[in-house]
């Protein structure tokens, strides 16, 4: 069974401790319920979580959905938000961990990649070189976040032309944004190989499309 490599970044510099990143938790186990309760996915989807804050680390390389369980997200008093980092380790485990396609055998769908964050990258340089990179990876489909009212989409519009923003950062508005996340990954793993371009659901009330 060819795999659906998900990647999960995340922001978890000091503005996302307390409230909003317990949402993010509560937004997570949605996702990962909602998943598991697809025969589709549960069969190919894996999924890797990256946080970025001061420090960048892969909290959960590769994992398949069904044995996958949810490590400790933790956030700093306060920080920077080291996007551009946290881009150039996805590049690295993308190369490491996605099988790619050889004349024996069928490598992997090309991956999907979601972004989150409330703020805007601290290290703009190194964000605006990595770009060019991440985009050599050829994934399925980049889909960014700007959480909350601090959040600058700016910057995500570099990346991807799909990003969106949310008003509040509570556990009701992630838990749908996670909601809608499961139902595009599920949507990925049928579409990808059928179609050159991912096709996503309407994002829920809470999830505005910026332009």
Request: glycine content about 6%.
């Amino acid at each position: 069974m060819r795999r659906l490599p998900v990647y999960l970044l995340l922001d978890t510099s000091g503005s996302m401790r307390g409230e909003p990143i317990e949402s993010v938790k509560v937004g997570l186990e949605t996702m990962i319920a909602s998943l598991r309760q697809d025969p589709f996915a549960l069969e190919s989807v894996w999924i890797s979580i990256i946080t970025f804050d001061r420090e960048v680390k892969q909290i959960m390389p590769l994992t398949e959905l069904e044995n996958m369980q949810l490590p400790e997200i933790q956030t700093p008093e306060s920080g920077p938000t080291h996007l551009g980092a946290a881009l150039e380790m996805l590049c690295q485990k993308v190369d490491a961990e996605v099988k790619l396609s050889t004349p024996e055998q069928k490598g992997d769908w090309m991956p999907l990649l979601f972004i989150m964050t409330d703020g805007k990258p601290s290290d703009l340089q190194k964000y605006n070189e990595v770009i060019p990179e991440v985009k050599k990876r050829h994934f399925a489909s980049i889909i960014a976040c700007a959480a909350g009212t601090k959040s600058d989409p700016k910057p995500l519009g570099l990346i991807t032309q799909q990003v969106y923003s949310l008003d509040t950062t509570d556990s009701a508005t992630f838990r749908q944004f996670f909601k809608w996340v499961s139902a595009s990954v599920s949507v990925g793993n049928r579409s990808i190989g059928a179609a050159d371009e991912l096709l996503l659901p309407p994002p829920p009330p809470e999830v505005h499309t910026v332009i």
